[in-house]
């Protein structure tokens, strides 16, 4: 199935507004914490705004697509999930959607051949460790953030120029689920080594500005 001339002027517009959105985002790409990898030819870096991790903690994640690949990718940016595993004390931030939520196309940020785009995901977890730590006391040490992007975008282009013209997202049809799931790809980026408190040091709360980010939690 071909795009049209259409289809690709949707795909284009819509990452052009994307660009927009991430203006603000800013990554240090000189911060020795900073994530990434690249799976085929799609590289991500991440940053991590805390250091310091604790019960109901604030999440906030900037973080680079580079898109490397002759064909447009896109990522479902408003899409955020906070996970633990306690077995390697990892926090896992999940941006992006494996399987759609609900009856409605993600929002999509397109990034097409040879673009880069910056974007910012937040998000709260929600830890319950013993107040009284042992040296077996499991804490969480690391936060890994976990990527899926969309790398088939031919039977989405229909839907990605109907998002472009509204605010209302459009509605996904139960037969692009599999489409949806077929299409996408999971990018884990290596873990970032965080400290972990009973409590928040003094200037730091679960009502800080990073807190107000959104996104998921546990």
């Not at 880069?116 to 730590?133: C, D, E, Q, Y």
């Not at 990527?147 to 209302?168: C, D, G, H, P, Y």
Request: cysteine-free; proline content about 9%; overall charge negative.
């Amino acid at each position: 199935m071909k795009s049209s001339p259409l289809q690709f002027l949707a795909v284009t517009a819509l990452s052009l507004l994307g660009s927009f959105s991430a203006l603000a985002a800013r990554l240090d790409m000189n911060d020795p914490r900073r994530a990434l990898a690249r799976e085929d030819d799609v590289r991500i870096d991440a940053q991590l705004l805390q250091e310091e991790i604790f019960s109901s903690s604030p999440l906030t994640v900037t973080y680079q697509i580079q898109n490397l690949s002759p064909m447009p990718v896109a990522v479902a940016d408003k899409m955020t999930d906070i996970d633990y595993d306690p077995e390697t004390s990892t926090i896992v931030f999940s941006i992006g959607a494996e399987v759609p939520e609900g009856a409605t196309m993600p929002h999509l940020v397109v990034i097409r051949p040879g673009q880069k785009h910056v974007l910012s995901a937040g998000g709260t977890v929600h830890i319950a460790t013993p107040n009284v730590r042992t040296p077996w006391t499991r804490v969480p040490r690391y936060v890994q953030v976990k990527v899926v992007i969309l790398r088939n975008l031919t039977r989405f282009a229909s839907l990605i120029e109907t998002q472009m013209k509204t605010s209302v997202q459009p509605p996904l049809p139960n037969e692009m689920f599999d489409s949806w799931v077929e299409a996408s790809d999971a990018v884990f980026l290596n873990p970032i080594p965080v400290r972990w408190n009973v409590a928040p040091s003094r200037g730091m709360t679960a009502e800080s500005p990073a807190a107000e980010a959104g996104g998921g939690g546990l």
